[in-house]
């Protein structure tokens, strides 16, 4: 016999949702089977699966190890590696990804910033493979592999479901800097509407809406130009795939070193010059409002990650 305590992350779900995830190789007849016969109960009682889990609750599973060890596979964790923590408590983490690293997989075979995050929480403790099986832990917001800068990742089940809120309703305030082709003297806010072709991954911007297209708002202004590039901070009003790059070309003013959206020439520029291999825009600052209950110790927080090194040498030199 095996005994589940529920905990802070696996309380508020329906039963069968967390032996779905338990024992993530049976079928749900399995399961189903399993109550009806009183060989899965829950605080020693019948349960048909429905009943909502509460904080310390206890589910008791009257089959052999053999039984649930067949019927259970663990993922397969990613190697480890530095990461760069900007912040951190016990429900989430502010992370600097690198460029060139993943958000989440592309492919079954990858490694991503989400397996770096969970093998980071089993390095440090704060998760075991047991309690992987039924809950995992992963990221609030994604970026462009090629994009640099703050990620949000939820540690815990309340760390995840608050951010989540707080980033569809877009209470968090997104800042980014980039370097583009062309001046820009003013700060300006410009919108549109952003098309996905999700069969070549690309995005196409238009000025007036078409079916399909989301609206998109972007904001920036000029910190730096030097008559030919244009240093720009720029706050992500809406959250869409690309649309800092896409939204930025499609006004003439492409981002430096983007092979999407870029302009051929100036990449082989910065290329030869610079040995440039991403493209030039970095996610560097997250503003948090006023948060109530859990997540209180955030309110009003202010998170910011350095430019990486080789972003900031062309600041250097290209804007003396």
């Known amino acids: 016999m095996r005994e589940i305590e529920i905990n802070k992350n696996e309380a508020g779900q ?8 338990y024992m993530n190789k049976a079928p749900k007849s399995f399961i189903y089977k399993m109550l009806r016969k009183k060989n899965i109960t829950l605080n020693r009682k019948k349960a048909d699966g429905s009943e909502k889990l509460e904080l310390n609750d ?3 599973l009257f089959l052999s190890d053999e039984t649930i060890e067949k019927f259970t596979e663990l993922d ?3 190697n480890e590696v530095d990461l760069q923590v900007v912040y951190e408590d ?5 992370i600097n990804k690198p460029a060139g690293m993943l958000s989440q997989k592309a492919k079954p075979e990858d490694e991503s910033l989400t397996e770096y995050v969970i093998a980071y929480l089993l390095k440090t403790r704060q998760l075991t493979k047991e309690e992987l099986i039924s809950f995992h832990p992963g990221l609030c917001n994604r970026l462009d592999r090629n994009t640099s800068g703050i990620i949000l990742a939820g540690k815990s089940l309340t760390g995840l479901q608050q951010m989540g809120i707080l980033l569809k309703e877009r209470n968090i305030g997104k800042y980014y800097q980039t370097i583009v082709k062309g001046v820009i003297k003013e700060p300006t806010c410009i919108e549109g509407y ?3 072709d999700k069969s070549h991954n690309k995005v196409a911007i238009s000025k007036e809406p078409v079916e399909g ?5 972007t904001q920036y202004e000029p910190l730096k130009t030097n008559g030919e590039y244009t240093f720009l901070r720029v706050k992500l009003l809406t959250g869409r795939s690309h649309q800092i790059r896409a939204h930025l070309q499609s006004i003439g003013h492409p981002v430096i070193g983007d092979g999407k959206y870029g302009d051929v020439q100036v990449n082989k520029y910065f290329r030869r010059n610079f040995n440039l291999r991403f493209h030039l825009l970095h996610s560097y600052e997250l ?8 997540l209180g110790n955030l309110s009003e927080k202010q998170f910011r990650a350095p430019l990486p090194s080789y972003f900031e040498a062309i ?3 290209i804007f003396k």
């Open 14 to 21: 329906r039963l069968d949702k967390l032996l779905a995830k």
């Open 58 to 60: 206890h589910v008791q």
């Open 76 to 78: 397969v964790v990613a």
């Open 90 to 94: 016990e429900n989430i983490l502010v």
């Open 194 to 196: 952003l098309t996905k």
């Open 213 to 217: 297209a989301d609206f998109i708002k």
């Open 287 to 294: 503003d948090f409002p006023v948060i109530q209950g859990e």
């Open 315 to 317: 600041v250097s030199r």
